[in-house]
């Protein structure tokens, strides 16, 4: 069974740096979607980078473009968030998810979000980050 395990929270200050994992274990198949998500304080969740791990291209999110990074380590099926220079707005809970196969199906959303089409199967638990001012 396909499953998630997220890591890596904490909290830093603002301009500080993390970095999230999400090991993934289970899947079939290599080629595959996962994303990372977040749901700040009295927010819907919204989408933060997504990949297609088989080489394929990676988006992000407005919001944290040119801050963010979603690099895949495909020895150890584990996709990492390196969070730089964090804002007290990027306090949230950050969940991964992924897809058994397929592309992720991005699209853009209203106010420029970041959409993931494709269905996900598994999900990680969620991870807090906090940006302190």
């Known amino acids: 069974q396909e499953q998630l395990v997220a890591s890596g929270g904490g909290s830093v200050q603002a301009g500080g740096s993390l970095r999230l994992s999400c090991a993934a274990s289970?899947?079939?198949?290599?080629?595959?979607?996962m994303a990372w998500f977040r749901q700040r304080p009295g927010k819907e969740r919204e989408g933060v980078a997504a990949?297609?791990?088989?080489?394929?291209?990676?988006y992000y999110a407005d919001s944290v473009k040119g801050r963010f990074t979603t690099p895949y380590d495909n020895a150890k099926n584990t996709l990492y968030l390196q969070l730089d220079n964090l804002e007290p707005e990027d306090t949230a809970m950050y969940y991964c998810g992924a897809a058994r196969y397929g592309e992720c199906l991005v699209r853009s959303g209203p106010g420029a979000r970041l959409v993931v089409g494709k269905n996900l199967d598994a999900w990680g638990q969620g991870t807090l980050v906090t940006g302190a001012s």
């Open positions: 990949i297609n791990t088989g080489g394929g291209k990676i």
């Open positions: 289970g899947f079939t198949y290599s080629d595959n979607c």
